[in-house]
């Protein structure tokens, strides 16, 4: 039998040879929180900047003007009837109503509750969410039915030369 083969490869019994106790960091409870407060503390240091740049965006949503952006021509639009059009961007729904000869409104066409899209219902004179039932008054965006509990964001129009334009979004005020 060869005995090279049944020898343990050091000369330890048992292969932790590697590990140099005396060497080994010793991380106990109280070293353990302060690495983790250390951690905390460099995270939220180096998110300050973002933090304050997120907030100097929301503070200025109400003053944000677009590009004025053609809805409809007056003529266009009977009393009662409305027109959906995208502002500010092309993926952003919304949705004009002519409530009387010179009084519209626009919002947002996306339910406050879970972003289901909303149809004017001019028999009954609301906005309809048909996912859960929600109902919006026209006059205002306020919900008056349903689950949701924020209004619809408005959007500011201009009527100007018989043309109707969207301004921009007015900010939800709680």
Same mark, same amino acid.
Request: aromatic share 8%.
């Given at each position: 039998? $060869?005995?090279? $083969?049944?020898?343990?490869?050091?000369?330890?019994?048992?292969?932790?040879?590697?590990? $140099?106790?005396?060497?080994?960091?010793?991380?106990?409870?109280? @070293?353990?929180?302060?690495?983790?407060?250390?951690?905390?503390?460099?995270?939220?240091?180096?998110?300050?900047?973002?933090?304050?740049?997120?907030?100097?965006?929301?503070?200025?949503?109400?003053?944000?003007?677009?590009?004025?952006?053609?809805?409809? &021509?007056?003529?266009?639009?009977?009393?009662?009837?409305?027109?959906?059009?995208?502002?500010?961007?092309?993926? &952003?729904?919304?949705?004009?109503?002519?409530?009387?000869?010179?009084?519209?409104?626009?919002?947002?066409?996306?339910?406050?509750?879970?972003?289901?899209?909303?149809?004017?219902?001019?028999?009954?004179?609301?906005?309809?969410?048909?996912?859960?039932?929600?109902?919006? &008054?026209?006059?205002?965006?306020?919900?008056?039915?349903?689950?949701?509990?924020?209004?619809?964001?408005?959007?500011?129009?201009?009527?100007?030369? @018989?043309?109707?334009?969207?301004?921009?979004?007015?900010?939800?005020?709680?």
């Amino acid at each position: 039998m $060869n005995d090279k $083969n049944n020898k343990v490869p050091f000369a330890e019994d048992n292969y932790t040879h590697n590990i $140099n106790r005396n060497m080994e960091r010793k991380l106990d409870r109280r @070293g353990f929180m302060k690495t983790l407060v250390g951690a905390a503390g460099l995270f939220a240091v180096s998110s300050l900047p973002w933090g304050a740049v997120a907030a100097k965006e929301l503070m200025g949503l109400g003053d944000k003007e677009y590009p004025h952006k053609k809805i409809v &021509d007056v003529s266009k639009i009977a009393v009662g009837e409305a027109v959906d059009f995208k502002f500010p961007a092309e993926h &952003d729904s919304a949705i004009l109503i002519r409530l009387s000869e010179k009084k519209f409104v626009a919002y947002q066409n996306a339910c406050t509750h879970l972003r289901c899209p909303v149809f004017w219902e001019k028999d009954a004179g609301n906005m309809i969410c048909p996912c859960h039932h929600g109902v919006f &008054d026209a006059q205002t965006g306020v919900p008056t039915a349903g689950p949701p509990r924020r209004p619809l964001p408005g959007i500011e129009i201009k009527v100007e030369g @018989g043309t109707v334009y969207a301004v921009r979004v007015k900010r939800y005020e709680a």
